[in-house]
């Protein structure tokens, strides 16, 4: 498995941006996919944002057209850019690595994941 630490959440209000970032140590993103998923109070975990092993993306389409995920494979560090933040993007934001090459918007596809980083967006 691999240790994951998100960092590069925080209070912001709608409309502002920020970086989440993920390091991980152990096994590399480079050979797996890796993803997003964010829980909010009294809601379910859902999926935010995936990258795969070639680097393909795909986004929920809440996000879409406003995040970015992206990773530096030298550095094993994933990034989740999050832009025009509204108050229903406030969340514990979780960084996942899948068990494949693909990955999925199931969470059951990942078996590593980070500690959680809480983003609050004020309206």
């Known amino acids: 498995q691999v240790q994951l630490v998100e960092s590069g959440g925080g209070l912001v209000q709608a409309g502002g941006s920020l970086r989440l970032s993920c390091a991980a140590s152990?096994?590399?993103?480079?050979?797996?996919?890796v993803g997003w998923f964010r829980q909010a109070p009294g809601s379910d975990r859902e999926f935010v944002a995936r990258?795969?092993?070639?680097?393909?993306?795909y986004y929920a389409d809440s996000v879409k057209g406003r995040f970015t995920i992206s990773k530096d494979t030298a550095k094993n560090t994933m990034y989740l850019q999050m832009n025009s933040l509204k108050p229903e993007d406030t969340a514990v934001y979780y960084c996942a690595q899948a068990t494949s090459a693909y990955g999925s918007q199931s969470s059951v596809a990942y078996d590593s994941w980070g500690q959680g980083t809480q983003v609050t967006v004020s309206s």
């Open positions: 990258i795969t092993r070639s680097g393909a993306v």
């Open positions: 152990g096994r590399t993103f480079s050979d797996y996919a």
